[in-house]
């Protein structure tokens, strides 16, 4: 026979022992629920370790409590050309069977002990392993032609794949509570639920596994869980299984069974149960600080906007795997532009011109800024300037200087050859008119809620070129191909790894129209294009957009379809104690589509009240909601 080199052994590993109940005919299905990566690999039930010789991990526990079986796989890892040599010697005779099968196992060496495990393996009926009340091996000759009792090229790859992992004789408890740890794969065989003849023959020992074992045995799963193991567990599909792990994932397999004497009872169905890590997010403790790219981000006055929960959002989105992101509900698009620092595919989508525009600025935009010659050309007087700024809101928002120069800037604006460049000179048009208003909001005329600041006495020029100073400051390039959209949620096609949802809060305590404290500058970025004007109003503002979210049923329903359109996404919500659908809405709507749901509580402060401040009760204080589903 040809032997192998060890290079090409090494990814040849398979298993070496016929073994009832082995997971071969499986594989496809477990290896499809292996995690990307994980620290070390457990089997405390390892039989004829088909799954472990399928991923060949580098780091393995390995456990049994067949002593026979863990001195065979210990011998075969350490002395596999003397265990080769030995079982090479015996032949396929009943009587040699017999003699081997009687013989006291302690008084052979390791090597002899661990030749006849084989040896009885490949000739005994179907690959049986049965003791007796005194432990003995009883299971009959196989009567088989010509048995393949040696393979050295089989074993020499199971051997490589053996060496250098741990491999004891303790019972499943002792090992899981001896090695398992955050990160860890443990898969678990145990002997099946007794609902057929099947599991008469699965006996690997004189001892049963009865029901109060498999309560138990589930209340590890549900340890493992906790302390951030994946853990994969196969059993029948019983009835008991389904109650123990409701809590996780359950699917049914259609199975073969190979021992049965009856054909007609060869055909089974079992259970794969996946318990992922559960995670942990430690971050009532002082998160980990932002990237100073982060500090960038022109500050503004926006509503609910979200600067000061980016720590704790960064820390959460750590824990996950994710290459692509989707903002949702972009906003001021701070969160948007966090992602990116963490050098995510960013998506970033919002329903108003605004904030779209924004994000095209300083999320989608890589390389593109303003040179001073073009900051310059903003302000330069033509004569085909739309005047739509100064005869529709004369004297209402700004001075009549200052409406004649947001025409012209935006008219300029419009005259860049880049969209990207366009995209800043707005935002910094934007971002300048929200700064030299009173209170920041549109809602009102006039300027009775002057209080003196600053701001309030910058010129409209300074602030726009310090806003696109500043935007410009902003833009950089992560190495990703980022987007920015203006569209409705729910017209998204893309199938991100994590999606981000800081939807309008719905509350009893303020309103959510973005649109009504914002029309004039979302006017601006729109061109107040395809908006239904309230000429009738003293503010002259348009009407909101149509949004689910402005109801208490319809932002409950709006979150269900949400959750359902991005179930294959990690999802990550942003919401407010004060709002609703309540917090424990949002947990039962997320854990319809979602196998875990985890909330983080977090004390915030809103930078301004809501409309109760005349009764000096702002209902500012309170807890903002980050709800995890993975």
């Given at each position: 026979m040809?032997?192998?080199?060890?290079?090409?052994?090494?990814?040849?590993?398979?298993?070496?022992?016929?073994?009832?109940?082995?997971?071969?005919?499986?594989?496809?299905?477990l290896t499809s629920r292996i995690p990307n990566s994980f620290n070390k690999y457990i089997e405390p039930f390892?039989?004829?370790?088909?799954?472990?010789?399928?991923l060949n991990p580098e780091r393995a526990v390995l456990a049994d409590l067949n002593l026979e079986l863990v001195n065979f796989y210990n011998v075969l890892a350490n002395s596999v050309d003397e265990l080769i040599s030995e079982v090479a010697q015996y032949p396929n005779?009943?009587?040699?069977?017999?003699?081997?099968?009687?013989?006291?196992?302690?008084?052979?060496?390791?090597?002899?002990?661990?030749?006849?495990?084989?040896?009885?393996?490949?000739?005994?009926?179907?690959?049986?392993?049965?003791?007796?009340?005194?432990?003995?091996?009883?299971?009959?000759?196989?009567?088989?032609?010509?048995?393949?009792?040696c393979r050295p090229n089989e074993l020499r790859a199971a051997s490589i794949a053996l060496q250098g992992k741990i491999f004891v004789n303790e019972d499943y408890k002792t090992v899981l509570?001896?090695?398992?740890?955050?990160?860890?794969?443990?898969?678990?065989?145990?002997?099946?639920?007794?609902?057929?003849?099947?599991?008469?023959?699965?006996?690997?020992?004189?001892?049963?596994f009865y029901e109060e074992d498999h309560r138990e045995l589930a209340e590890e799963v549900q340890r493992?869980?906790?302390?951030?193991?994946?853990?994969?567990?196969?059993?029948?599909?019983?009835?008991?299984?389904?109650?123990?792990?409701?809590?996780?994932?359950?699917?049914?397999?259609?199975?073969?069974?190979?021992?049965?004497?009856?054909?007609?009872?060869r055909v089974g169905e079992d259970v794969i149960v996946l318990a992922l890590p559960k995670k942990r997010f430690n971050i009532r403790s002082l998160p980990d600080s932002l990237d100073p790219q982060v500090a960038l981000y022109p500050p503004t006055r926006y509503m609910g906007a979200k600067g000061k929960l980016l720590p704790y959002i960064q820390d959460i989105v750590k824990h996950f795997e994710s290459e692509s992101v989707l903002d949702l509900f972009s906003g001021s698009g701070v969160v948007s532009y966090l992602f990116k620092t963490l050098g995510k595919r960013v998506v970033s989508n919002d329903y108003m011109a605004m904030n779209a525009t924004m994000a095209v600025a300083m999320v989608e935009n890589n390389k593109q800024t303003l040179s001073s010659v073009e900051i310059e050309s903003l302000f330069k007087p033509s004569k085909d300037i739309d005047t739509f700024v100064q005869d529709t809101f004369p004297g209402l928002y700004f001075t009549d200087e200052e409406n004649r120069l947001i025409d012209i800037v935006r008219a300029n604006a419009k005259k860049l050859p880049n969209p990207h460049k366009r995209a800043i000179a707005m935002s910094g048009l934007i971002r300048a008119c929200i700064k030299k208003r009173p209170r920041g909001i549109f809602t009102y005329t006039g300027h009775r809620y002057d209080d003196g600041r600053s701001d309030l006495k910058t010129s409209l020029r300074d602030h726009i070129v310090e806003a696109i100073r500043l935007i410009n400051l902003a833009v950089f390039d992560n190495g990703k191909s980022n987007k920015a959209r203006r569209g409705d949620s729910m017209s998204i096609r893309t199938k991100p790894d994590l999606v981000y949802m800081d939807p309008p809060y719905y509350t009893p305590?303020?309103?959510?129209?973005?649109?009504?404290?914002?029309?004039?500058?979302?006017?601006?970025?729109?061109?107040?294009?395809?908006?239904?004007?309230?000429?009738?109003?003293?503010?002259?503002?348009f009407k909101s957009y149509?949004?689910?979210?402005?109801?208490?049923?319809?932002?409950?329903?709006?979150?269900?379809?949400?959750?359902?359109?991005?179930?294959?996404?990690?999802?990550?919500?942003?919401?407010?104690?004060?709002?609703?659908?309540?917090?424990?809405?949002?947990?039962?709507?997320?854990?319809?589509?979602?196998?875990?749901?985890?909330?983080?509580?977090?004390?915030?402060?809103?930078?301004?009240?809501?409309?109760?401040?005349?009764k000096n009760d702002n209902h500012n204080e309170v807890k903002e909601y980050l709800f995890v589903g993975y």
């Open positions: 040809k032997v192998l080199s060890e290079e090409r052994l090494i990814n040849k590993s398979k298993p070496v022992l016929k073994w009832a109940g082995g997971k071969t005919q499986l594989l496809p299905e390892f039989g004829g370790g088909a799954l472990f010789f399928s005779d009943k009587e040699f069977f017999y003699a081997m099968r009687s013989k006291d196992v302690a008084s052979l060496s390791s090597i002899e002990q661990a030749a006849r495990t084989i040896y009885l393996n490949k000739t005994c009926f179907n690959g049986l392993y049965r003791v007796n009340k005194a432990d003995g091996f009883n299971v009959p000759f196989g009567y088989y032609k010509n048995p393949v009792i509570y001896k090695y398992a740890e955050e990160g860890d794969l443990v898969f678990l065989d145990p002997p099946y639920l007794p609902i057929s003849e099947y599991a008469d023959f699965k006996r690997y020992t004189k001892e049963q493992l869980h906790e302390i951030g193991c994946t853990v994969i567990l196969t059993n029948s599909n019983h009835p008991l299984v389904h109650d123990l792990y409701s809590n996780f994932n359950i699917e049914i397999v259609s199975t073969k069974r190979h021992i049965n004497c009856k054909g007609s009872k305590h303020s309103d959510n129209e973005y649109v009504r404290r914002y029309h004039f500058v979302e006017g601006l970025a729109c061109g107040w294009k395809d908006v239904e004007m309230q000429w009738h109003t003293q503010t002259k503002k149509p949004t689910p979210f402005s109801s208490r049923v319809g932002a409950e329903d709006a979150f269900d379809k949400l959750f359902k359109k991005f179930r294959g996404s990690i999802l990550l919500v942003s919401y407010s104690s004060n709002s609703f659908p309540t917090r424990e809405q949002i947990i039962s709507l997320m854990a319809k589509y979602k196998q875990h749901v985890e909330v983080v509580d977090i004390d915030y402060k809103y930078s301004f009240g809501n409309q109760g401040y005349k």
